[in-house]
Every structure is written in structure tokens, then in C-alpha cells.
């Protein structure tokens, strides 16, 4: 079967399980920080997880590859997206674990249904909006500033379409942390698990990633630092792991 190729998209290589994935370099195109959220957010066999705001599918086709049995559904509001999303899963054969829906995903648990998930992942737009240059590339711009979603709507979506215990995981910025600790608990999303991402041992943290239960009683566990680069400017050991599965 042969998948469709548009003009100026391309087909990369994630050098991880034989997955690729296909990509426009005009639109937006992953980040390290959906890479370390799929390693992060740990599916369990036989678990239905919910990926808000796949873009290109990114987080569920490398998840699938660290899972067995567990079925992704990726939400997605912009249809260029959805659709180079859906045409990756023909391309890696995983229309029987990943499923893209195209739609909003502050409507996602009306179209997926309430409570009947046990993983929910996101890696939302970072900025508030009227807080730094909107990028003019709309595709751009609803990545990275909260164009069509607030930090609040995922929240909500992911607190109603998870079963009680059921688990949250996100990747952001640490200057909203308290933003996000605030309204995770607004949307009894516990906060269980904090990792800090460090671009260098002696760099301030450019990223976290946070784990919340639904329900859960208090109890925060900060998890030790994940540095990115060593000072000779390669990966640490332990990010080579993440991206490649080397041992």
C-alpha cells in the first residue's frame, strides 16, 4: 500500500523501532519535548490512552513502540495535521492501535466518551496569549501560543475523559509551574511525578514534565534532573537512551 506524500512534506527516520513518521518543515515539526513525554508517560498493556493535540501523531506512534496492546486515540483540530497525522499510521501499518480524530479537544470526551480512559498525554501551546511574537505560520502559532486551547481546557478534557486513577502526563515550561500545579488540582488531577529538563548541567531547566492521577490523594514525588547535553556538547547517556533505545 503505498501512502501519499504531498508536495513539501517528508518522511523522517525516527531511529526508533523501524517507526517513521511524515513531516512539513513549513508547518510545525516535533521537539525534543514530545520525544522525552512519550518516554515519560509510561502506557500500561491492554490501557486506552488520549493523546490532545497530536499534530503529526508524534507522541502515540513512539509510544506504541515502548507499548503492547495499548490503543491511542490522537486528537486533532487542524485538518492538514490530522490528516499527515493519519497517513504516518498507514505508513508505520498501526491503523489497528492508533486511531486520529479530527476535531477539538475541548470536545474530546464528548466525542471519545467520559471516564474511559486510563492515560491522557498533552504537549500544549507553552505561551500565553499577549505574551511573546505570534508566529504568522498559523500552524506555528497554535503550537506554541494558547490560540485554540488554554492550559485550562486540556485540563478539563483530560480530567473528564480519564477513569478515577487514571493518569495525566504533560510537558511545559517551568515558568508556568504554578499555573499548572494551581490547575491541575483545580481538575483533581493530583500532582504525583515533577521531572526537570536541564539543557546542561549548570543551565536553568527549559522544560518539565508532570505526571497527575485523577482523584489521587497528595503526595509529589521530584524526580532526579534529566540533563540534555554533556559539556562537550553530545547527548547524555540517558537522553541517547530515550531517543534510540540504546542500552
Given amino acids: 500500500m503505498s501512502v501519499v506524500i504531498n508536495d513539501g512534506e517528508r518522511i523522517d527516520d525516527l531511529e526508533f523501532k523501524g517507526l517513521k513518521i511524515i513531516q512539513d518543515p513549513d508547518a510545525h515539526c516535533f521537539g525534543m519535548d514530545a520525544v522525552l ?3 515519560f508517560a509510561k502506557a ?3 490501557e486506552g490512552v488520549v493523546d490532545l493535540g497530536t499534530g503529526t501523531g508524534i507522541i502515540p506512534i ?5 507499548s503492547k496492546d495499548t490503543v491511542f486515540y490522537g486528537v486533532e483540530i487542524q485538518p492538514p495535521m490530522a490528516d499527515m497525522a493519519r497517513r504516518s499510521i ?3 501499518a498501526l491503523e489497528d492501535r492508533i486511531q486520529i480524530i479530527k476535531g477539538d479537544l475541548k470536545k474530546s470526551p464528548d466525542i471519545l466518551g467520559h471516564g474511559k480512559y486510563q ?3 498533552v504537549n500544549p501551546p507553552y505561551k500565553k496569549l499577549g505574551t511573546g511574537i505570534l508566529n504568522p505560520n498559523k500552524a506555528k502559532a497554535v503550537a506554541r501560543h494558547e490560540v485554540l486551547c488554554t492550559l485550562e481546557d486540556v485540563l478539563e478534557a483530560a ?3 480519564l477513569v478515577k486513577g487514571g493518569r495525566f502526563c504533560m510537558v511545559h515550561r517551568p515558568n508556568r509551574l504554578a499555573d ?7 481538575h483533581r488531577l493530583e500532582p504525583k511525578r515533577i521531572r526537570f529538563v536541564y539543557p546542561g548541567l549548570m543551565k536553568a531547566p527549559n522544560m518539565l514534565l508532570v505526571e497527575g492521577q485523577m482523584g489521587a490523594r497528595p503526595h509529589l514525588t521530584l524526580l532526579p534532573p534529566l540533563i540534555v547535553f554533556q559539556d562537550n556538547g553530545q547527548f547524555t547517556e540517558e537522553l541517547k537512551e530515550i531517543y534510540y533505545g540504546h542500552h
Wanted: hydrophobic letters at 40%; a positive charge; aromatic letters at 0%.
Fill in 37 to 39: 513525554l512519550s518516554h
Fill in 119 to 121: 492515560l491522557v498525554t
Fill in 90 to 92: 498507514e505508513l508505520n
Fill in 44 to 46: 500500561h498493556p491492554g
Fill in 180 to 186: 499548572i500545579m494551581i490547575e491541575m488540582k483545580n
Fill in 159 to 161: 480530567s473528564k475523559l
Fill in 62 to 66: 513512539l509510544m506504541s513502540g515502548r
